[in-house]
């Protein structure tokens, strides 16, 4: 088994486990303890593990400081985010009023989306384009433009937002967290989320699994205000703290 093998391996078995023995990964993966053991090392000063005496601990949370460009983004994990975005798009009825978030998950929603009499807001500058395309009723929030993202935010995009009340809104998001709830990396595209959450009757985040146990900078809605699409949870703790739909689960 090659060595990065061997980390996805370990770590795996820490998000389901919270804490693993070097004899435990030596009958998993078939290696030698001594070989266990410096991957516990590296892994340790990669920050994705605390080792301890005999194996190790999962860590409480990873820290996400910058925001990957779009570009990047419509990369990863692209059919966890296509079967996501399906499952989302058989949500919205002919009477909703929706909200859908900048985003490469809540760009595939549009994707899938077929003829329907349902109205929609949008910060998302590909989005807009998407949906007039089809032929959708669509609004666009003015505000800063955030070349990263591709999306209007900041404080014009909040007051813009404030004559809407949405039957629901679909929202993106960097990290999971049940203590810090659902996060992104800035303050302005946090408040813009943070509005679409408050004038919405019902919130939903779309998430693959990577998103989870992961934390950023800005907090924009506790864990128990969404209910959360995924592909499948690598933590049952979730499932707990909030409504979960897994699409690809096992």
């Known amino acids: 088994m090659l060595t990065e093998e061997r980390y996805n391996k370990i770590l795996e078995a820490l998000k389901n486990k919270g804490t693993i023995t070097v004899a435990e990964m030596t009958e998993c993966t078939g290696a030698s303890e001594s070989t266990i053991r410096r991957d516990l090392i590296a892994l340790d000063e990669m920050g994705k593990l605390n080792k301890v005496h005999g194996g190790a601990t999962a860590v409480a949370h990873q820290f996400i400081a910058d925001e990957i460009a779009v570009s990047v983004k419509e990369q990863l994990c692209v059919e966890e985010k296509k079967a996501i975005a399906r499952y989302a798009v058989n949500m919205i009825n002919d009477d909703d009023f929706i909200f859908i978030d900048a985003g490469t998950s809540t760009g595939w929603m549009i994707e899938y989306l077929e003829s329907t009499r349902a109205t929609f807001v949008t910060n998302g500058i590909a989005h807009i384009k998407r949906l007039m395309n089809k032929g959708l009723r669509a609004y666009m929030i003015g505000g800063l433009g955030k070349p990263v993202t591709e999306s209007t935010v900041g404080a014009d995009a909040v007051n813009n937002m404030k004559m809407f009340n949405f039957s629901k809104c679909f929202l993106g998001t960097n990290g999971v967290h049940t203590d810090y709830g659902f996060t ?15 004038r919405s009757y019902a919130s939903v985040v779309l998430a693959d699994h990577t998103k989870f146990d992961k934390v950023t900078a800005v907090t924009f809605a506790g864990i128990k205000k969404a209910c959360i699409i995924t592909d499948r949870l690598v933590n049952d703790k979730y499932a707990d703290a909030t409504v979960i739909k897994e699409v690809m689960k096992e």
């Open 184 to 198: 992104t990396v800035d303050v302005e595209e946090a408040l813009v989320k943070m509005e679409a959450v408050n």
